[in-house]
């Protein structure tokens, strides 16, 4: 019967105007001013709020098994809270690193998704090495439409890939226009500092911080830019925490023509101090890279606000506290690494950017919608707002306030790394291909209806 989101202003990264959304097929196939529904379309109203598209993030761990503990997340609760949050895709992450190959990553990560994820979602395959076999099986996937692929420079000797198979992966990629994420934190010097901070008697999670201070992901960045730089490959560097890691970054700016920087939405509002507080309590905030100082969110807002930073994600990966985080009582090293964020991005975003005066609501557009969409392959599908896209829309309102907490989050996890802080603006409506998924804050849609987009 059709949808159309009438009287708001709508929003993407090229500008802002008053406009209808006329939404039919899954698609949206008229965008302007004074359009008249046809009887029994469904209207929804949008005076006095902003429409933007549905918002995309780059980077999250929908699932995760690790070695010795799981992510408390699967695809229907975070598909549900992003949908919450005003996320219509996300993108994760293929393998672990424990499957014996890419075939068999796939193969669980579909198992996970098909059927239970209730917004769109795409993949970028995780490599550790490259073979004969990682090579013949990534060559099918880019034949399916696989746009990208991830690697670690940290986390040894599970992930991490040494510099002869990163030359490969690298010369696969610039052959075969793909982009290659990076974790760019170094693997050796990582355990050698954890080592010196548990002899010194450091073992709270205050050390975690202190075994990965700025330098190692700076050399990260220099060490994975210099190798892409030198094969013509698509980089993109992903969680980039700190002023000194983009400074870094920078220094390539004009040595190669597609380079890609992502930060988190924790970098710009948590800070170090949350990872220091006493009690254990601190573990509940590491994750890495870890939290910086102050001065840095300050760098990254404004390398967000002037494009040298080109997307906003989460890398959502909770744990519980009790049973999980706790496993490192005694031993940084052993506390899991990761928080959510998936349903409080957008909020957290609006109020400490569009709110506070650092970015513009179409810079926001840019950051977690469009850019996203145009690096990996989803534009104009996703992204925008303009007929022949998903029928993917936020109606947003700048007027909403909320207080975050565990008592009101949709996921089941024992804690929120934000909790109690206010926000400003939330979304209202929010459709994914012309279905109404949110509706005045609350899951209002059909459960596993997502598709995998690739």
Request: include cysteine.
């Amino acid at each position: 019967m059709g949808l159309l989101i009438r009287g708001g202003e709508v929003v993407t990264a090229s500008g802002r105007r008053r406009a209808d959304v006329w939404c039919e097929g899954e698609k949206i196939t008229k965008v302007a001013a004074g359009i008249e529904p046809p009887p029994g379309a469904e209207v929804v109203e949008a005076a006095g709020k902003l429409v933007f598209p549905g918002f995309v993030d780059p980077h999250v761990h929908a699932y995760l098994p690790l070695t010795n503990v799981s992510a408390k997340s699967d695809y229907a609760n975070c598909t549900r809270a992003a949908l919450l949050g005003g996320t219509t895709c996300l993108m994760d992450f293929a393998g672990s690193g424990l499957e014996a190959d890419l075939d068999e990553a796939w193969a669980v990560w579909t198992a996970q998704a098909e059927g239970k994820a209730s917004c769109d979602y795409a993949w970028h395959l995780t490599v550790t090495q490259f073979d004969d076999t990682t090579r013949r099986q990534l060559e099918g996937y880019v034949a399916r439409g696989l746009k990208s692929i991830k690697i670690y420079l940290a986390y040894k000797p599970t992930l991490a890939i040494g510099d002869a198979d990163l030359i490969r992966v690298l010369e696969f990629a610039a052959a075969h226009d793909i982009v290659v994420m990076a974790h760019c934190e170094n693997a050796d010097l990582i355990p050698a500092l954890q080592r010196k901070r548990l002899a010194e008697g450091i073992t709270g999670p205050e050390g975690h911080a202190l075994s990965r201070p700025p330098m190692v992901e700076a050399e990260g960045v220099c060490r994975f830019l210099t190798f892409a730089a030198a094969t013509g490959a698509k980089a993109y560097v992903v969680h980039l925490s700190c002023a000194e890691a983009l400074s870094m970054a920078d220094r390539f700016r004009g040595k190669m023509k597609d380079l890609f920087i992502e930060t988190m939405i924790h970098y710009l509002v948590l800070d170090r101090s949350y990872a220091e507080r006493p009690d254990f309590e601190g573990a509940k905030w590491v994750l890495s890279p870890p939290l910086r100082e102050t001065g840095d969110q300050a760098a990254l807002w404004a390398a967000l606000a002037d494009g040298r930073i080109d997307t906003l994600g989460t890398d959502h990966c909770p744990f519980d506290f009790e049973g999980q985080k706790t496993l490192g009582r005694g031993d940084f090293t052993k506390i899991p690494n990761g928080i959510g964020g998936v349903e409080e991005r957008m909020a957290l975003a609006w109020t400490a950017g569009v709110a506070a005066g650092r970015i513009t609501p179409e810079r926001l557009a840019a950051v977690a919608a469009e850019n996203p969409a145009k690096i990996f392959g989803l534009f104009p599908r996703k992204g925008t707002i303009a007929p022949g896209s998903d029928a993917d829309l936020v109606v947003w309102d700048p007027a909403a306030r909320r207080t975050i907490s565990v008592k009101t989050q949709s996921l089941d996890t024992d804690y929120n790394p934000y909790e109690g802080f206010e926000t400003a603006g939330a979304p209202e409506v929010v459709t994914v291909r012309g279905e109404i998924m949110v509706r005045g804050g609350r899951f209002a849609g059909t459960p596993g209806r997502g598709r995998l987009v690739l």
